[in-house]
């Protein structure tokens, strides 16, 4: 996020964040929507439990970061205001994995009291043996 417009509400419980089952299936909808550039937007709830979600135009176009215009941003927590509901979360895909914050997301983390989504569509495969974990190839035959 490029620039801080809006107020963000402190999730209820440290280290773990609510959210509707419908909200997580639109945001993979929204990502296999975008499979070759970043998708991204804001999420909204009240009570501690994400139910909102709003979708946004990556101003970057781009497939490995994104930014929401300020206008737009504004726009989106207005309404989010009006419905009488709390910015909670922030979410954006990743098309090409990983599902983690990329350097980039972590620098511009601006509302330390969102859960930041990250969805990325790939699979990784590990060997985990003792505590060691190892990263497989998957190889498609
Ligand atoms: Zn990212």
């Known amino acids: 996020m490029d620039c801080l417009v809006g107020r963000t509400t402190l999730r209820t419980m440290a280290g773990e964040v609510r959210i509707r089952k419908k909200i997580l299936e639109r945001m993979a909808e ?7 550039q970043e998708c991204c937007g804001l999420l909204a709830g009240r009570e501690g439990v994400i139910s909102e979600i709003f979708p946004a135009t990556n101003a970057l176009w781009s497939a490995t970061e994104f930014e929401i215009a300020p206008q737009e941003l504004f726009r989106i927590f207005r309404a989010i205001r009006d419905a009488g509901l709390e910015h909670m979360g922030i979410y954006h895909s990743h098309p090409g994995g990983p599902a983690a914050p990329s350097a980039r997301d972590i620098e511009r ?6 859960a ?19 990263e497989l190839q998957i190889r498609m035959v």
């Open 30 to 36: 929204e990502a296999s929507r975008t499979p070759k």
């Open 109 to 114: 983390a601006f509302y330390p009291e969102a």
């Open 116 to 134: 930041y989504f990250v969805i990325s569509v790939e699979a990784k495969a590990f060997e985990i043996r003792e505590g060691r974990v190892e």
